[in-house]
């Protein structure tokens, strides 16, 4: 399912909110379980645990960052844009 008509003079972070919005929608899945599903998306593709560094930084720093949030600080939103893009609903 490739998510149609993600704007592309949004910014990046903006796009990623609105694919897992859309993807959200089709599938009728609350907004959280959409991110933890791109979260373990990513894990499968690239072997980085997001879940495990976010927590990591809340315990030193004690604030949970959004995975959004951390998606960018951590200069791999181009990668996470592009899987959130290709999500597809589970048969």
């Known amino acids: 399912m490739n998510i149609p008509n993600i704007g592309k003079n949004l910014s990046p972070r903006r796009q990623l ?17 959409v991110w933890f599903r791109l979260e373990r998306m990513y894990f499968h593709k690239y072997g980085i645990n997001l879940t495990d560094q976010r927590k990591a930084y809340a315990a ?21 844009l592009a899987l959130a893009m290709t999500m597809r609903p589970s048969c």
């Open 60 to 80: 030193k720093h004690g604030t949970l960052p959004t995975v959004a949030l951390w998606i960018e600080t951590s200069g791999i939103m181009e990668r996470a």
């Open 17 to 33: 909110r609105e694919a897992v919005e859309a993807y959200a929608a089709l599938t009728g899945l609350d907004a959280r379980a």
